[in-house]
């Protein structure tokens, strides 16, 4: 068995199998496959496992995380498990063109070669050409590339950027990893900090100009576009570190190639600072477009209040002319009901006052009657008395012997009387 194939994987459900079929699609067959899932969340697992049931002629090593343990440490461990004699790394969102091995198992075993980088195609995330539309990457790449053309030194292309793009990129001989040792932890730059280590120990390379034999996949959760600022202060502080180890490799040329990395790690500080600058007043922008949006419309529902209570002003205020109008009729009236008035009041005063005379009348009258019941009581009684009397008188003898002796005295006048009128 030439070579062993590590392939780590973390949530690339949607690439995973594109990229284990790259593999076994490969003109050279004396590889095993090393496959370990870093805990993904995703479906990942299950597609390597029907990969995996599917070839089951490939030797294969498939082991399972059961919590993420970031990409150094899932590398290494798959470092430990490779029995090549050259190692090959491949993410699980990128690809290879199907005579990568063969092409570089025979330049290394031709030329004793001990590290080997291909060009690269830049696939998006529906594994189509993204070329056209990463014009700045593509561009960066480019510029990388006529350096290396330019002197055919690969220190001072590799102090310029990482023009090995990704550990996809790495082929080497186990005697590399025997010297050189694990990747470090480091969260974006792990693959150019062994790149250094392994140009530093003097290691044989080759980088293949215009030899595409591998797909890479630049999409929105690719690593290094996870946290832009912090992938590029882990460059910087990687360059820094590295300085004083860099000194007996420097020439002029090499010291420029790093200069105009650092001066690009600064453009794309102050870019990237600014895109976050950006991004936050979008942000700020998206917050505040439905507040205004919202300010707007209660800014127009309060002129059509406006306009409403205006309107209900010109009305109340016609409303007010036609009360004050009422109101002065009102009064007029008022002051007619109050000529009436006083003048009922006088003609009332007048009625209680001949009510009054007339309850005097009354009274006076009620007294006169009662006077009078007085006066006809006494008179009855003094008649009663006198008609007691009448007849206490002519029932007396006294009455009838006087009327006795009377009688003939009365006749003789009478008769004298009636005589004379004869």
């Not at 350096?147 to 990482?162: C, E, F, I, K, V």
């Not at 832009?228 to 570190?241: F, H, K, T």
């Not at 002029?252 to 950006?278: C, F, K, M, P, S």
């Not at 007048?350 to 009054?356: F, N, T």
């Amino acid at each position: 068995m030439k070579v062993s194939v590590i392939l780590p994987v973390y949530n690339h459900a949607r690439w995973v199998k594109q990229a284990l079929d790259s593999v076994l699609a490969q003109s050279f067959t004396s590889f095993e496959l090393i496959v370990i899932d870093d805990a993904s969340q995703d479906a990942s697992w299950d597609v390597i496992q029907a990969v995996c049931q599917a070839n089951p002629t490939v030797r294969w090593q498939c082991v399972r995380h059961k919590t993420n343990q970031g990409a150094p440490a899932t590398l290494n461990e798959g470092l430990k498990l490779a029995q090549g004699d050259f190692l090959a790394i491949l993410n699980s969102d990128d690809v290879w063109e199907a005579g990568r091995l063969a092409r570089l198992v025979s330049l290394a075993e031709r030329e004793s070669i001990d590290f080997i980088s291909t060009d690269v195609a830049l696939l998006d995330g529906d594994s189509k050409p993204k070329e056209a539309i990463e014009r700045h990457w593509v561009a960066w790449f480019e510029a990388l590339k006529q350096d290396y053309l330019t002197h055919a030194d690969s220190w001072a292309t590799l102090l310029r950027g990482n023009f090995l793009i990704t550990t996809s990129n790495f082929f080497f001989h186990r005697r590399v990893y025997t010297q050189v040792g694990v990747f470090a932890e480091l969260r974006y730059v792990h693959d150019y900090e062994y790149a250094l280590r392994i140009w530093l120990a003097g290691f044989k390379t080759r980088f293949l100009m215009g030899e595409k034999l591998l797909g890479y996949r630049l999409h929105d959760t690719n690593t290094i576009r996870e946290k832009p600022l912090a992938a590029i202060e882990e460059n910087m502080r990687l360059l820094l570190v590295w300085l004083p180890r860099l000194q007996r490799v420097l020439d002029w040329q090499r010291l420029r190639g790093l200069e105009i990395q650092l001066l690009d790690l600064y453009r794309y500080t102050r870019e990237e600072w600014l895109t976050i600058v950006h991004q936050r007043l979008v942000a700020r922008e998206q917050e505040l477009f439905p507040l205004i949006t919202d300010r707007d419309g209660w800014i127009a529902e309060r002129d059509a209040v406006i306009g409403d209570l205006q309107q209900q002003l010109v009305q109340h205020r016609e409303w007010l002319a036609e009360r004050e109008h009422w109101v002065g009729e009102r009064d007029g009236w008022i002051l007619e009901r109050d000529g009436y008035i006083a003048q009922r009041d006088g003609w009332i005063a007048e009625r209680d006052a001949v009510i009054a005379l007339q309850a005097q009348h009354l009274h006076d009258r009620e007294q006169w009657v009662v006077e009078r019941d007085g006066w006809i009581a006494e008179r009855d009684t003094l008649i009663q008395q006198l008609q007691q009397q009448q007849q206490d008188l002519l029932a007396s003898r006294a009455f009838r012997l006087g009327h006795a002796l009377l009688n003939p005295l009365r006749r003789c006048k009478q008769w004298l009387t009636g005589g004379s009128h004869a």
